[in-house]
Nanobody, 125 residues
Framework: QVQLVESGGGLVQAGGSLRLSCAAS????????MGWFRQAPGKEREFVVV????????YYADSVKGRFTISRDNAKNTVYLQMNSLKPEDTAVYYC??????????????????WGQGTRVTVSS
């Protein structure tokens, strides 16, 4: 099973940008769909985005569409989340996830094979 480690979180002002990274171990990274979730204080975990193992298809939550961009580099076993035009409501712990299946319903419910430990993003107003 793939192991995931996130990085890149931090404190940023509203309107700013951050790029999160998720490094995966294992030789089968390119066969996994990868995605991001987030959990704000006092709220349930929320789906953010998923990318197909080929990188050729993505699906975003409406709340981040047009501001966030997911990408992956299969040669580096890494998936990225570029976050632009950040808002205070984007403040959360962001989690990377992986699964061999690319089914939107499954991903939006968070029924996935592997999870990272999370990286905290704080957006100040």
């Amino acid at each position: 099973q793939v192991q995931l480690v996130e990085s890149g979180g931090g404190l940023v002002q509203a309107g700013g940008s951050l790029r999160l990274s998720c490094a995966a171990s294992g030789r089968t990274f390119s066969s996994y769909a990868m995605g991001w979730f987030r959990q704000a204080p006092g709220k349930e975990r929320e789906f953010v985005v998923v990318i197909h193992w080929s990188g050729g298809s993505t699906y975003y939550a409406d709340s981040v569409k047009g501001r966030f961009t997911i990408s992956r580099d299969n040669a580096k076993n890494t998936v990225y989340l570029q976050m632009n035009s950040l808002k205070p409501e984007d403040t959360a712990v962001y989690y990377c996830a992986a699964d061999r299946r690319y089914l939107v319903a499954q991903w939006t419910q968070g029924l996935l094979d592997a999870w990272g430990q999370g990286t905290r993003v704080t957006v100040s107003s």
